[in-house]
């Protein structure tokens, strides 16, 4: 069995995200911490708890990104993927959702996964488009938000095949289940699973491995995988105004705590 | 290429979902600008009626697409059933619910039709003749503003988000209704069906203040805080964020939010929440928002009456000694 599992690098939040002299996309601040995408450790997880089902399984962590974006990939090493995969990015540019499918699409269509795990959502972008269209791209069933699986092997080596079972989340607490045909890919919706912390034993592992990295070549360029024409652009960016119709209380703390006692007091909720 | 706007529907139990009403509301004001017509896809097993009703209603064009393999929602047979017609019609925007199978057949469908693909519309805006899309990202920190590049155009448009007229008059005329209807059974997918939820309780229904946590209270332990903030009130509930679920300190069930409960109360407390757009979207109705988040700039504080940039760890305790 082969499992790439799609791993994006992103820029913490919580932080200050500040828009860039282009105005296009985000500032990279010197202080700006960047790690994995929080869906992707889920996904990532997933794909460990099915190793350790199927022994000789191996595990792929791809991320497409600039330079930084190693780290996330010797972060995936380090909690437990066999090898890393860094499409390299020449730049900092966002790219839209269908660029980064077609890269990774490029990237997998030769080597016979037998799954693709993908995150639900990137917090960066927030646009769960990515792995649906890998799955489309490369002529894969798929399933999104998936909150259970479970695999069913038949042989072994190159040509395994086989179905899996997942539960996908619908509103409401409801779920809907399906059978998919391996090949197949998931995205992972969180909650499925408790990520790991990276065990000593792989951290040291990571430390020495060297990644694959591959370049993204430019449009129209071909090899070894390569972009297409961007499907959207973004016009603009902009932070939305503070607050529409409320108020921010000033003061020191206690003073806040205070005005926050009256105006609940004074409609009546205390 | 056409200027025509299509509306998917969805649909549960053969019966219209209220998001479908907001996808059509959106649909209207989009093709406003230049007089598009609207047109409705109702797929399923047997929608003639529920399309005829939409039809009759609506005053909009409707396509009932059935057939046997769309007994139940499947991606595959969605995608497909959906990319051969609308590859025909060749459609400047394809307006698709931002909902768990929206979302799960939407961006599969772009890639098979060669369309620009936008998800979570929240609204857009018309510059120099051309809309412009409107979406947020970084938990709802920033707003973008995004064009297609491509002839056609697949959206998810996020529930709540647009608003409905107020119950728009019946149409004077009814719209026309074609049924088309699908051979192809899914090869990859099979179905197999509706899993219920688990039992829920009526607590954050019945409340008329929310107090709920996100990340941001930092530990388990922290809860006590919150719960504590919540025994202030009567008639009172604790909610959270998914993610607060996610780490296992509170149960599902008091997950306010998209795929969560969509709660309306009095009051809202909203305590380390950093308000993505899919939280926002089940507490957007409360009557009076209250947030506490130490970042000044938490999407939260767009819709709150009452803001209040502190760590909660401190302002909390002062809140109740206050
Ligand atoms: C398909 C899908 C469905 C989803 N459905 C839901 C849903 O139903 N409900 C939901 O909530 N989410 C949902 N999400 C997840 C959502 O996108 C966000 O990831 C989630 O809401 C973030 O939770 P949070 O605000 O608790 O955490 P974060 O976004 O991490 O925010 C934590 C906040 O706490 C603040 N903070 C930190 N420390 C302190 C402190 N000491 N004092 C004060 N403030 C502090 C920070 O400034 C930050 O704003 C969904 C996602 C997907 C992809
Ligand atoms: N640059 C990238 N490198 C690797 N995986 C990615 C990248 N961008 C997106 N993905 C994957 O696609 C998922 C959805 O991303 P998005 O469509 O951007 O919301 C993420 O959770 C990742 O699993």
Known sequence: MKILVCVKQVLDADGPVRIDASGKWIEEAPAARFRMNRFDEFALEEALRIREGFPGTRIDALSAGPARAAQTVRRALEMGADDGIHLFLDDERYRMPFEIASLIGAYASDRHYDLILAGVMAEDDMQGQVGPMVAEILEYPWATAVMSQKLHKTGDGPDASGTIYVERELEGGLREAFELTLPALLTIQSGINRPRYPALSHVLRARSQALITIPASRPGETDPVSFPAPRERIQSLEEPAPMKTGVILSGNPSEKAEKLRQILQERAFL | ?322
């Open chain 2, 1 to 322: 290429m056409n200027n025509e706007i299509i509306v998917v529907a969805e649909l549960s139990d053969n019966r219209i979902l209220p998001v479908t009403y907001e996808l059509i509301a959106f649909a209207r004001a989009l093709a406003a600008g230049d007089s598009a017509p609207v047109r409705m896809i109702v797929p399923g097993r047997e929608t003639h009626a529920v399309a005829r009703d939409l039809a009759d209603e609506t005053g909009l064009d409707t396509i009932a697409l059935v057939g046997d393999p769309l007994a139940f929602y499947n991606a595959e047979t969605w995608m497909t059933a959906m990319a051969a017609r609308l590859a025909v019609r060749k459609p400047r925007y394809i307006c698709i619910a931002h909902t768990s199978r929206g979302c799960d057949f939407a961006p599969g469908l772009a890639v098979r039709l060669g369309a620009s693909c936008i998800t979570a519309v929240e609204g857009f805006s018309r510059q120099d003749g051309a809309a412009r899309f409107v979406r947020k990202i970084f938990n709802g920190k920033i707003k973008m503003d995004v064009t297609p590049e491509r002839d056609t155009t697949v959206l998810t448009v996020l529930p709540g988000a647009f608003k409905v007229e107020q119950k728009s008059p019946r149409a004077h005329l009814a719209g026309s209704m074609e049924v088309l209807k699908i051979p192809d059974h899914p090869q990859k997918i099979r179905t197999l069906g509706v899993i219920p939820a688990e039992e829920q309780d009526l607590d954050l229904a019945l409340a008329d203040v929310i107090v709920s946590a996100g990340r941001g209270i930092g530990a388990e332990e922290n809860l006590e805080l919150i719960r504590r903030l919540a025994g202030l009130f009567s008639k009172s509930a604790m909610g959270c964020s998914r993610t607060v679920c996610d780490l296992g300190w509170l149960g599902y069930k008091h997950q306010i939010g998209l795929t969560g409960k969509t709660v309306a109360p009095k009051l809202y407390i909203a305590c380390g929440i950093s308000g993505a757009v899919q939280h926002i979207a089940g507490m957007r109705g409360s009557k009076m928002v209250v947030a506490v988040n130490k970042d000044p700039r938490a999407a939260i504080f767009q819709i709150a009456d009452i803001g209040i940039v502190e760590d909660l760890m401190t302002f909390i305790p002062l809140v109740m000694d206050a």
